[in-house]
């Protein structure tokens, strides 16, 4: 019994180091195919309005404590954690700039990320017509060109192709215990959620589908999802 499960793990480690290998090779020749166009992005983001092309924003990643699992032990969670816990590994999450750069004194209510439970229940986290977008970020949100950048953190070994999308910390206590199992594998480029509805769902509906990846992860579904994001990005479905 112990040679069948030395066996499986190894070939799950495998495996795993395969699909790590693809997401750094894919990602790298997509940088260098699309090279000019975000050179060309960049450059209009910078002429669109003040303020830096790229948008540097902390999310939170996988959780790489107690066995890389936030629920490991659902009796006793949290150990050995911070008091504040987060979740899983924040990150610096790269994307192109689509706000102002002063939206947060522009906007503060929009910022502020304080819901009932019944609000929580129903809140759609990305609004349509959003005030904070430049004319230009709102041109380029529609066309999910703007998170080409992503791809440099799954070159750093932050993020997969594939995964859960990797959500702020301030949205990280709204989540009930078993949700916290999004953060036992890497957040991704692209996902379940993104391919079945995107912003369309509620923050709930994002979540299960995040959880239903997470139970049912492996090689196939990835490529399945990678087939149906460029489907999803063509027709720009709930891409707002």
Do not use: C, H
Not at 9 to 30: F, H, N, P, Y
Not at 66 to 76: F, L, P
Not at 130 to 148: H, I, Q, S, V
């Amino acid at each position: 019994m112990e040679k069948i499960a030395e066996t499986i793990q190894w070939e799950a480690s495998t495996g795993m180091q395969i699909l790590r290998a693809l997401d750094v090779v894919v990602s790298l020749v997509t940088i260098v195919i699309t090279l000019p166009v975000m050179a060309v992005i960049a450059l209009i983001v910078k002429i669109d309005s003040p303020g830096p092309a790229i948008f540097r924003q902390t999310r939170i990643g996988m959780d790489r404590r107690n066995g890389n699992s936030s629920t490991a032990n659902a009796e006793q969670p949290f150990q050995n954690r911070r008091s504040d816990d987060q979740g899983g590994k924040p990150f610096t999450f790269f994307k192109f700039r689509t706000m102002y750069i002063d939206a947060k004194e522009r906007f503060p209510e929009l910022y502020e990320y304080e819901y009932t439970p019944q609000e929580i229940k129903k809140l759609q986290f990305k609004i349509p017509d959003d005030p904070r977008l430049t004319p230009f970020g709102a041109r380029l949100r529609k066309t999910t060109l703007d998170e080409l950048p992503n791809l440099i953190n799954v070159i750093k070994g932050d993020m997969n192709l594939v995964g859960p999308r990797p959500d702020i910390p301030e949205m990280v206590k709204y989540y009930e215990e078993w949700q916290k199992k999004k953060f036992t594998v890497k957040p991704g480029v692209t996902g379940l959620a993104q391919v079945n509805g995107r912003n369309l769902l509620t923050f709930q509906e994002t979540l299960r589908r995040d959880i239903e990846y997470v139970e049912n992860r492996g090689f196939w579904l990835d490529v399945k999802i990678l087939l149906k994001t460029i489907k999803a990005t063509l027709f720009r479905i709930g891409a707002f």
